[in-house]
């Protein structure tokens, strides 16, 4: 089943390297022609090469490379990490942080993230440039326990460079059981920062809800395929028990499934108001529209976001903004302006590929800049510890107005 995601986030904020160069694609390149039926190994090994792709994609310069290398190499190498290194540099070559081949293993963690559950520090990752990011630690897992905050560079894993990574492989070196510890150095304003977190058993909730002195309060942690359904079960709770005022909290928020995000703006929106549209090379080639007449109307609504709020996140709080159905109050969300569809492999992998760009209501693609709230509060650590959280303060006083 192929599904659209706009998970995960990226902020140009470093000069960008390649992340494989050619020399390497075609070194360990071999695997994606070996899984097409295109390499026959016997037992010398030999490889026979044809010419199918024609001339958009020759192969005999790995023809000639995979000789010279078989000739003159001190040492030994597995056709595996042949193959392996293939699909990795083959779709890396392509030079976009969020095309990506998903080995069996990381397509099954993918689809755990999605679902909200599994063992790790809790902490989703994004990029910039070529380092891997912290985009938001997930709210009481240990990550945020011990300090990470959002935008911290990831420098080392374990003490092993982190530079020049896929987001897919640093979710692999730092995931583990639960109990078990891993050490991330970090970058946070300039200084290096080294700390051991101790994973645990993570568990997202899709979308939780409460009315708090008489504000109904709905907070969606992930756009997962139970998000609408529970979205529109806590607006008809508040609409049925004649609830006026409406918090929408996205903050920490990374994302997940595009059609989560359009059935949450679905909520709100009249019915026929434009959500988002896609875009690939300036020409619009989707618009997702309300199709439902929205179960809160009336309500007034005020959305909180923060630096954690990216991609699906984003496209619901552009959307009641823009469609000026709710304010926006909190800090800049993350920044995250393209779309990526999961298509499955025969080998059990995927490929996670960026499919289009997408633009708000108003014609806003947010890629690098993210969304401005329409009132900037910040939330600082001190307030964090003194349990303060003047962002939500200021929300309920502007619903009150």
């Known amino acids: 089943m192929e599904r659209e995601s706009v998970s995960k986030g990226n902020r140009s904020g470093f000069t960008k390297v390649a992340v494989v160069s050619f020399a390497l694609v075609v070194m360990f390149g071999l695997g994606y022609l070996l899984g097409d039926g295109r390499i026959s190994f016997n037992k010398a090994p030999t490889i026979d090469f044809s010419?199918?792709?024609?001339?958009?994609?020759?192969?005999?310069?790995?023809?000639?490379?995979?000789?010279?290398?078989?000739?003159?190499?001190?040492?030994?190498?597995?056709?595996?990490?042949?193959?392996?290194?293939?699909k990795r540099g083959f779709v890396a070559a392509v030079g976009d942080t969020y095309t990506e081949y998903l080995s069996p293993e990381e397509t099954s963690e993918f689809n755990a993230s999605l679902n909200g559950t599994f063992e790790g520090i809790g902490a989703e990752l994004g990029k910039e440039g070529n380092f891997v990011v912290i985009v938001s630690p997930i709210k009481g897992a240990p990550a945020e326990a011990a300090g990470v905050q959002p935008l911290d560079v990831i420098l080392e894993i374990e003490?092993?460079?982190?530079?020049?990574?896929?987001?897919?492989?640093?979710?692999?070196?730092?995931?583990?059981?639960?109990?078990?510890?891993?050490?991330?150095?970090?970058?946070?304003?300039?200084?290096?920062?080294?700390?051991?977190?101790?994973?645990?058993?993570?568990?997202?909730?899709?979308?939780?809800?409460?009315?708090?002195?008489?504000?109904?309060?709905?907070?969606?942690?992930?756009f997962g395929d139970d998000t609408v359904e529970l979205t529109r079960q806590a607006a008809k709770e508040f609409s049925d028990a004649g609830i006026n005022d409406i918090i929408l909290d996205m903050r920490g928020n990374p994302g997940g499934l595009l059609d989560a995000a359009v059935g949450v703006a679905d909520v709100f929106?009249?019915?026929?108001?434009?959500?988002?549209?896609?875009?690939?090379?300036?020409?619009?080639?989707?618009?997702?529209?309300?199709?439902?007449?929205?179960?809160?109307?009336?309500?007034?609504?005020?959305?909180?976001?923060?630096?954690?709020?990216?991609?699906?996140?984003?496209?619901?709080?552009?959307?009641?903004?823009?469609?000026?159905?709710?304010?926006?109050?909190g800090q800049t969300s993350f920044g995250k302006g393209s779309v990526q569809q999961l298509i499955p492999l025969q080998d059990g992998g995927a490929l996670k590929v960026t499919i289009a760009r997408w633009f708000t209501?108003?014609?806003?693609?947010?890629?690098?800049?993210?969304?401005?709230?329409?009132?900037?509060?910040?939330?600082?650590?001190?307030?964090?510890?003194?349990?303060?959280?003047p962002q939500a303060d200021r929300a309920r006083v502007l619903l009150t107005q």
């Not at 977190?197 to 969606?220: A, N």
């Not at 988002?276 to 007034?300: C, G, H, Q, R, Y």
């Not at 693609?365 to 959280?389: F, H, M, Y």
Request: proline residues 2%; hydrophobic residues 35%; negative net charge.
């Open 361 to 389: 209501p108003a014609g806003k693609n947010i890629d690098k800049e993210g969304i401005e709230p329409d009132e900037s509060v910040e939330l600082t650590n001190d307030d964090r510890e003194a349990e303060r959280d």
């Open 269 to 329: 929106l009249d019915k026929g108001a434009t959500i988002l549209e896609e875009k690939k090379e300036d020409v619009v080639v989707k618009s997702f529209t309300s199709a439902n007449a929205p179960i809160l109307a009336d309500e007034d609504v005020v959305v909180l976001i923060n630096e954690g709020s990216a991609s699906a996140s984003e496209i619901v709080a552009g959307a009641l903004k823009d469609n000026n159905r709710a304010s926006l109050v």
């Open 159 to 222: 003490g092993e460079d982190a530079a020049d990574i896929t987001i897919s492989e640093a979710v692999q070196r730092i995931r583990g059981e639960k109990g078990t510890d891993v050490t991330l150095t970090l970058l946070r304003d300039g200084e290096r920062v080294e700390t051991t977190i101790t994973r645990d058993t993570i568990d997202i909730p899709s979308v939780e809800w409460e009315v708090q002195d008489g504000v109904g309060v709905i907070t969606i942690g992930r």
């Open 51 to 86: 010419e199918e792709a024609g001339d958009e994609f020759s192969t005999a310069d790995l023809q000639e490379i995979y000789n010279k290398l078989v000739e003159n190499y001190d040492g030994e190498f597995d056709v595996n990490d042949l193959e392996e290194g293939l």
